[in-house]
């Protein structure tokens, strides 16, 4: 592992000191590209404006057709968490503006795929709307579109992810993403885009005047930023100051118990206190439990839990998606295990393993080769790419695959590539940078591996493949302190706005393995005595170690606990 130490560009540190930043955050800041104290402002306010967004009024002035004439609408979700929360605010939204008739369908994940397919179109169809509107898909669904307009449907898409060079046929397109759209963040998650929509609508609605005069009737779309937090995160979209601001606001809200009686129900299953809620926690503890229903299950159980008002209805289904979770985690640890056995018959320990991995077991689970490829990645820092056999009665000999990616290789680019290469090999695929998935025959998959390996050959050299670790320097025993860690803790971090990792020497007091595979220290920092976990490491150290590491703060039952979690050895 190779640490690199962050640049803080000095006069920005200052800048942001002068405007009242607390110098160790200015500096943690300004390393990671902020250079203005009111990017830092979380308010809502600051909030980039719907107008620039393309599509955002044209959706709205639809909508609100259909509010005015109470027409159908449902809602054709995405089965992961940054589908099922935009589900949640595009239902939540409409209803509180006065939508009557709305409806959603979340498609299966083995048995209809990903998105907006013909036979989705035909079900909207058959339930009697007359506008069918996607959430965190479509831009792909070139053959469902058309399926849907053939039916006299009329068409939403709201999407983010990376358009093809034609797009469908829809009606209208809210994507960030599309081609000549002026909106400052490329960066939202599908719920973001749905969220900004409802601020279109509202304010058609107000000027049509349809809240009354004044517009005493209008809702407060701030009671949905907590869903919009959530899916955030969990989507791993990078978090540039506007995500950064969605995700702030949604937990202050949920710190002060506003939030849909579904996320309290999910917070209570998993043990954690609302009033302590970050960032890590939507991505790590909240989002993994609403995944595992389009993992293992029906994604619709994740939906009805977010938008149900009725708490005990709530709590079922946070238990149920508890359950869930926890099959995901055996079936994962399982499909680790093959995974790692397949990369050691590629190459041992004494090799370097090659430039991207492509891993296929007939064992595998559909709904989890994404995180096993994501863990393969981690471990390896190779472009990963995991095959399933598909679940899906008559469609065995097809393979659906999820890829994970490394900085500098961007894994729709190169699906993208391949498919114009070998134009018979890739069935269908589509994804962003650095998360990506694709269908392939069987037969095919000899193939798919070879062009996989000469991409990732043309476009990865040595650096690109050496694992790096940014570090904010030395955190020193004068910051080694409880306050520091709540005040870093407090913070928005996440994909693109990394949390911080400090480099410092230690002296190594104790040391022992836990959970058979896990190395607990007692480390000194100067004067300062503090406990450590290095997760995966069982070698011991020596009596003074240089350590990569994470300050974290953890309170359980009324004790506070101060823990470095180490990343790694400078």
């Known amino acids: 592992m190779n640490i690199i130490e962050r640049v803080a560009p000095v006069e920005i540190v200052k800048s942001l000191q002068a405007a009242g930043t607390h110098p160790l955050m200015a500096k943690l ?25 393309s599509g955002a009024r044209a959706a709205a002035a639809r909508l609100a ?18 589908g099922a929360t935009a589900c949640a605010v595009a239902y939540l939204g409409l209803k509180s503006m006065g939508a009557e008739h709305v409806s959603y369908i979340v498609p299966d994940r083995v048995n209809d795929g990903y998105g907006l397919t013909p036979l989705i179109a035909q079900r909207v169809h058959a339930l009697g709307a007359q506008v069918l509107m996607t959430v965190d898909n479509g831009m792909a669904s070139f053959t469902g579109v058309q399926v849907a ?60 005047g349809h809240f009354g005069e004044p517009p005493t009737r209008q809702p407060k779309l701030d009671a949905l930023l907590p869903l919009v937090a959530l899916g955030t995160v969990a989507d791993v979209v990078i978090l540039d100051s506007n995500n950064r601001r969605l995700v702030e606001q949604g937990l202050q809200r949920m710190r002060l118990g506003h939030m849909p ?76 295990e093959q995974a790692l056995e397949l990369a ?28 096993v490829a994501s863990r ?32 500098g290789f961007h894994l729709r680019d190169a699906l993208d590539l391949m498919s114009k290469k070998h134009p018979e090999l890739i069935l269908q695929f589509g994804g962003h940078a650095m998360a990506a998935g694709c269908t392939i025959e069987e037969d095919q998959l000899a193939l798919f591996e070879a062009a996989f390996q000469n991409v990732a050959h043309a476009q990865l050299d040595e650096q690109a493949l050496q694992m790096v670790l940014l570090s904010d320097g030395s955190l020193g025993a004068e910051h080694c302190n409880w306050p520091v860690a709540e005040l870093i803790k407090s913070s928005v971090w996440g994909q693109g706005f990394l949390t911080p990792v400090f480099v410092d020497d230690f002296g190594v007091l104790s040391q022992k393995i836990v959970g058979q595979k896990h190395l607990s220290l007692k480390l000194q920092l100067a004067a300062v005595e503090i406990s450590g976990i290095w997760f995966g490491r069982t070698e011991p150290l020596g009596t003074r170690a240089r350590l990569a590491y994470r ?20």
């Not at 449902?74 to 940054?82: E, R």
């Not at 797009?167 to 749905?194: H, Y």
């Not at 899906?392 to 890829?403: I, M």
């Open 261 to 336: 009686p579904g996320i309290k129900a999910l917070l209570d299953v998993s043990g954690k206190q609302a009033a302590t809620l970050s960032a890590q926690d939507l991505g790590f503890v909240l989002g993994p439990r609403i995944n595992a229903a389009g993992r293992l299950s029906d994604m619709s159980q994740g939906i009805e839990c977010l938008i149900t008002d009725d708490p005990l209805k709530a709590q079922a289904l946070a238990q149920t998606l508890q359950d869930i979770n926890q099959s995901r985690k055996g079936i994962e640890v399982e499909m680790k």
């Open 149 to 208: 307009k053939e039916l006299g449907l009329d068409v939403i898409i709201t999407d983010h992810h990376l358009p093809a060079s034609t797009t469908p046929s829809a009606d209208v397109i809210v994507n960030p993403n599309q081609r000549g759209c002026n909106f400052a963040s490329k960066n939202l998650a599908g719920v973001g885009v749905v969220f900004y929509v409802l601020v279109a609508l509202r304010t058609h609605l107000r000027e049509l």
């Open 65 to 82: 057709q259909c509010i005015a004439s109470q027409e159908h609408v449902c809602i054709v979700a995405d089965y992961d968490c940054d």
């Open 344 to 371: 050691s018959s590629i190459f041992d320990d004494t090799d370097t393993p090659p430039h991207a991995l492509c891993l296929f077991d007939p064992d595998f689970h559909e709904g989890v080769v994404g995180l």
């Open 551 to 570: 300050l974290e703060c953890d309170e359980w039952r009324g004790q506070k606990k101060l823990q470095l979690m180490v990343q790694g050895e400078a």
């Open 29 to 53: 800041y300004a390393a990671r590209g902020v250079v203005q104290a009111s990017e830092l402002d979380t308010s809502l306010k600051h909030l980039l404006d719907p107008e620039s967004l």
């Open 376 to 407: 393969m990645k981690e471990l390896y820092h190779r472009p990963t790419f995991v095959f399933a056999q598909s679940q899906s009665p008559g469609k065995e000999h097809l393979l659906k695959g999820s890829g994970r990616s490394i900085p």
